[in-house]
């Protein structure tokens, strides 16, 4: 069985990646571009009267946007690739795919995803592409093609009605994903055991001071062009920078 030990070292290498990225995002930020693309008659009706705290939800609200996409690339694919080398996987160099296990009689393709609910038709359509290429240039080992997307949560467990029209992908997510590329039934839980309060404060103890800093910079801001003299969101300028004729 796996070392606990190391596995949670790898879940803090992968939070620390994390949370890097939600502070490069906070780097990025500029309020007045964020209200820009805000709806300021739902901010107004969800009845947000407090300057301070419509400023943070709107701060994150606009990391959460990203949080899914960041923390699969940051977590859920650097894992799965962690748990797959114990049946010799290794990373593929592949277009959209993100590791490979081989065996005795076949080629096991993985696209790493965060929930079942990933992608639309136009992102599936491309997913499919890149497993016909791989398929098309492996064909000369004489192996069976596995194509897989795996969600890392979920409880797919076998093929869908997907994968049986086209005949191309299975997917498969939770437990049963993680069994597949670990062999071990338990993995699933050993992520989230892994993920406890220390490991989690110590992974993001750098991003609270940089979050902490960017709220009362754009709080600041906010009160300063967005705010009357008695404190109050004055709405009506919101509106008119949001919406006004320009």
Known sequence: MMRRRNLKQAIL????????????????????????HKNPYLLRALGIDKPDELVESMLDSFLKEGDETSFGEALFERIALWAAQ???????NAPGIDLEIED??????YSVKSSPNWGNSSQWKALEQDFKDIIG?????????????????????????????RGLERKISGQSFWREI?????????????????????????????YSQAL????????????GKNGRIDWEAVVRFNSGEK
């Open 182 to 210: 670990s062999n071990d039934p338990e993995f699933y839980l050993k992520i989230i055991d892994s993920m406890d309060e220390k490991v989690v404060l110590n992974a993001k103890k750098d991003f609270d001071i940089e």
């Open 216 to 227: 009362s910079k754009y709080r600041a801001e906010f009160k300063r062009d967005f705010c």
């Open 104 to 109: 005795s009689n076949t080629i096991h393709l």
């Open 137 to 165: 240039r492996r064909r000369k080992s004489g192996k069976g093609i596995d194509c897989v997307v795996g969600s890392a949560t979920g409880a797919r467990a076998s093929r869908s009605s997907r994968g049986q029209k």
């Open 86 to 92: 114990r049946r010799g996987g290794h990373k593929s």
């Open 13 to 36: 290498d992968c939070l620390v990646d994390f949370y890097q990225r939600r502070t490069d995002r906070l780097g990025k930020l500029d309020l007045n571009d964020l209200l820009k």
